[in-house]
Every structure is written in C-alpha cells, then in structure tokens.
C-alpha cells in the first residue's frame, strides 16, 4: 500500500467505514431477526402451536445460542466467493471495502422497509444484489463469480420447488395415515414415535452437516457414508427415546387435560368455523351426536400431538438459522474492520467473536420488537396452518435446506418456507376443513418481493459505492 493511501484515503475511508459500517451491520442484524427469523418461526405462531410472545423467547434464545457457539466458522462465500477479490489487490482494496460497506448499507436500508409492510424477503438476496451490482460496476462482468452466482440462482428457484415437494408428500401422507382414519387419536399414537424420531434425526443432521466445515479435514460427516451411519444411529436412539418417553407423556397428557377438548367439542356441535377442533371436522358416516362427538375428539387429539413436533422444528431450525445466516450481517463488517486495522482483506480469514455476539444481540431485538410483521403474513395470510400443516411446513424447509447444505447450494430460507407453505396448502383439508385455500394476492406479492429485493439491493449499492468512491478515491 503506498505512502498515498495510507495517509489520505486509507485513513480517512477506513475510519469512516469501520464506524458508519458498525452501525449498518447492527441495523441489517436487527432486520435479519425482525424478517429472516420471523420466515422460521411464523409457521408455529400462525398454527397456534406457539403464541408470539413464546416464540420470540423460543427464537432468542436458540438464534443466539446459535449464532454465538457455532456462526465462528462464517463461510467466506459472501466475502471473497461473489465479488472477485484477486482484482481489487494493492491500491484498489479501499474499493472493494467500499462496495462491502455499500452492500451492507443497500440491505439494512431495504430489509427494514421490507419488515415494517410485513414483506418476507431473503437477507441473502440482498446482499448478493448489492455485492454483484458495485463488483459489475467497477470491474466489470470479470469482476464477479458466475460460478458462485450461477448456484446461488438455481438455489433460489429449487429450494421453494423442493420445499413445496416434500411438505406437500409429508402432510399428504399425515392425512391418509392418520386424519383420515376411523380412529386417527389411536392411529396417532401407534405412529408418533415414527413422526417424532424422523423430525428429530433430520433436524439434528440439518445441523450437524450444515456445520461440518466446521470439522477437521476427512471427517466422515462430510461424506456419505459417514452421512447414513450417523442417520440410522440417530434414528434408532430417537425412536426409542419417542416410543418410551414421548408417546407415553402424550398419553399421560391427555389424561389429564382431555377433558377440556371434550368440553369445547361439545359446544362447537353445530357452531361453523370452530376453530381447531372443527380443522378437519365431518361427518363420516356418523348419525348419533355421541359418536360424532367422539369422532371429533379423537381427530383433535390427533392434530394436538403434532403441536409438539412443530416446537421442536421450531427450536432447532431457529438455531441452525442464527449458526449460518448472522454471516449476512456480519460477514461484510468483518471485511471493513480487517481492513481498518490491517490494511487488507485476506480470505478465509474468520470473524471476530465479538462481532458475532454482536450480530447475534441484534438479530433478538429485531425479533422481539418487530418480528411480528413478517410471522402474520407467513403464518396466516398465505394459507390457514393447523398443527399437522404447520410441522408438515417446517419440516419440508428444514428437510430442503439441510440436503442443499449436504450439497454445497446456496439456499434462502425465505424463499424454501414460503415454497413449504404454498406445497401443504394445495392439498384440501378433511372433507372442507381449515386450510387448502392459497391467498394468490400474498403469494404475487412475496414473489415480487423476491425479484425486487436483487433489484433494488443492486441499485441501492451502486448509488452509495458510486458516491463514496467520488468522496473517498
């Protein structure tokens, strides 16, 4: 670095940078847990399987554990992998700094507005946009990865495609199994453990393999075999641990609040749109009201059970989002620091741990405060979620993105969750039930949103870099 750089813009861009980027990166923190978040737990809010204010305690938590015990191994895509770094050497490293904090500063300012009109978008869409439009502006169409940008793209559209397939086989599989018996409580018991060892197993791969840079080089994690191995001893000790703690407590549970279904089953005989317990209400073949009323009571115990398997995927799936999605905030800030103390951007250098706990602070008061924007329109305005729909949603997005992990993919989160939500509301409920209903408004505008949010992330980052370079070089 010349004598030039270091003593005019070195000092002067680097300090302007590191202070002002602070800043944008807490706010795009902010943002990521008022909207990416709220994308995860909006399933279980819009089910009723939690109230908002528990899964925000839910979402805090495990985000931040999350974020703090495992983002440290932040994937260096975002800043070396996009934008080409190799050609912004010597001299020109302030630029890419600039385009960096321009990036950062082009999602904060889009995201937040995306949060306060409740529109779900992706952090990840965001910045790409911004990191492509300044690398595409200053150094040309050579100054970008296609490759890396190519699998990103195909991401976008496989992930909500796959999300949709396997949520819609999942739930369509729930209703021929179990809704649609003449006994779906006990039908439900017999296969709990089998729903609750499967959701545990894929949840806890999500999170291993997602990680497994994480492990030392020639982990058998990251291989195949070491994949199934690990899976089919996960499954076997998880339904074990299902078929001998868990149904029995369901059981037991039932014992002891049953007759609170019962209750408010007998005063919604005849009352239209009653809520969970007429979700899948008919009447199949059933003359006496007695037998129409135990009917409805086993297929609400049915639909009950699965409440839990939809906290548990909320739990984990909030946890592995704060382990891979704080690089979103973080990621461009640690370029601007590193650059405002040494000089330089070297890749695969790793974050601070500091800056993650920052980002990870951010991401819960964003969640805590406006969270609420974004889990209404996943939760309740795309489709009408039950207990069943909802685990059926959650788990086909944790499914989608744990095999894109297994394959290296760039994924969204958003876009997978919506395409899980759209995939279960195609299939009709038990003769007219709540649910199968798509808002086509809602899903149009989300798409728009997706589309848009590259768009504008380009064009906000273009303007900030274009009169930062005009100030700074």
């Known amino acids: 670095m010349s004598d030039t750089v270091v003593t005019g813009t070195y000092d002067t861009a680097a300090t302007f940078l590191a202070t002002v980027g602070a800043f944008a990166a807490f706010v795009l923190s902010f943002a990521l847990g008022a909207n990416d978040v709220s994308n995860a737990l909006g399933t279980s809010v819009g089910s009723r399987a939690l109230t908002f204010k528990q899964a ?63 529109l779900p978008v ?48 999942l739930y369509y599989n729930i209703k021929y199994q179990v809704l649609v018996k003449s006994n779906p409580r006990e039908r439900c018991y017999s296969l709990m453990a089998y729903y609750s060892s499967f959701t545990t197993t894929i949840l806890l791969l999500f999170i291993i393999v997602s990680q497994s840079h994480m492990m030392p080089e020639g982990s058998a994690v990251g ?28 059981k037991e549970q039932e014992r002891k609040t049953g007759w609170v279904i019962r209750e408010r089953i007998k005063n919604s005989i005849g009352v239209e749109n009653a809520g969970n317990v007429m979700a899948h209400s008919h009447e199949p073949g059933l003359d006496k009201k007695f037998e129409r009323e135990e009917y409805l009571y086993n297929l609400e115990v049915a639909e009950w059970q699965f409440m839990y398997l939809m906290i548990l995927s909320a739990v984990f799936v909030a946890f592995a ?21 040494t000089g330089t951007v070297l890749p695969n250098s790793g974050t601070p741990l500091y800056i993650i706990f920052a980002g990870g602070v ?112």
């Open 321 to 341: 989002h704060g382990a891979n999605d704080v690089s979103n905030a973080v990621g461009p800030y640690a370029a601007i620091l590193e650059y405002k103390l």
């Open 56 to 118: 925000a305690i839910i979402g805090a938590i495990f985000e931040f554990l999350g974020t703090v015990l495992m983002g440290a191994g932040v994937s260096d895509t975002l800043k070396s992998a996009v934008v080409n770094l190799d050609s912004f050497q010597g001299d020109e490293m302030v630029l890419f700094v600039i385009g960096m904090f321009s990036s950062l500063v082009a999602a904060s300012i889009w995201l937040m507005f995306a949060t306060v009109v409740g």
């Open 223 to 250: 291989a195949m075999e070491g994949t199934i191995f690990l899976f089919v001893i996960l499954s076997a000790v998880t339904w074990l641990l299902s078929e001998f703690l868990f149904v029995p407590y369901l």
């Open 122 to 169: 992706s952090t990840t869409q965001t910045i790409i946009g911004g990191l492509v439009g300044f690398g595409i502006v200053e150094k040309g169409f050579l100054g970008v990865s296609y490759h890396t940008i190519g699998g990103i793209l195909l991401s976008w559209v496989v992930s909500p495609l796959l999300g949709g397939i396997i949520s819609f086989v």
């Open 362 to 473: 951010g991401i819960v008061i964003g969640l805590a405060t406006m969270g609420y924007k974004v889990m209404e329109t996943v939760g309740e305005k795309i489709t009408k979620l039950t207990f069943t729909r909802g685990y059926a949603a959650q788990l086909g997005t944790a499914a989608t993105v744990l095999l894109a992990s297994y394959l290296a993919l760039p994924i969204s989160t958003t876009t997978t969750l919506i395409g899980a939500i759209t995939g279960v509301g195609l299939i009709k409920p038990v003769d007219g039930g709540v649910g199968g209903s798509i808002s086509k408004q809602v899903l149009v505008k989300i798409v728009a949103g997706w589309f848009f949010t590259v768009v504008i992330g380009a064009v906000l980052s273009v303007i900030i870099f274009v009169i930062l370079k005009f100030i700074f070089v």
